[in-house]
């Protein structure tokens, strides 16, 4: 009887703790996925989503070129700053989120949630690590 109520609590425990890691912000527009055991954040869909060494706290320094191939994560034009969660406004009059300070894109060669290939890119695209 001891033995089963170590094992039930042992699981209860274990479910308890993996809840715990996954978490949804900004209602659910941006989750966080374990991603070969790092904590990433992805839209709602599971996409992965990127930070950019050349960007500054704040301010993107992605347009043109740059952001056909890594779209921004885009705000609606009423969007606030919540926790960790800010409103960037980029010079094209656009708005877009980033996660403590840091703008977040996509990579456009990331075709299915959890692929995570425009990590490392140039040597300044990287992870969005919660």
Partial sequence: MHIRSLILGAAALALTASSAFAADYLDGA???TDIG????LTDANGMTLYI?????PGVSNCYDDCAAKWPPLFAEETAADEGDFTVVERTDGTKMWAYKGWPLYY???DLAPGDISGDGVGGVWHLAIE
């Fill in 37 to 40: 055991g790092k904590m990433v």
């Fill in 30 to 32: 941006v989750k966080s």
């Fill in 52 to 56: 950019f060494d050349k960007d500054e």
């Fill in 107 to 109: 990579w456009v060669d």
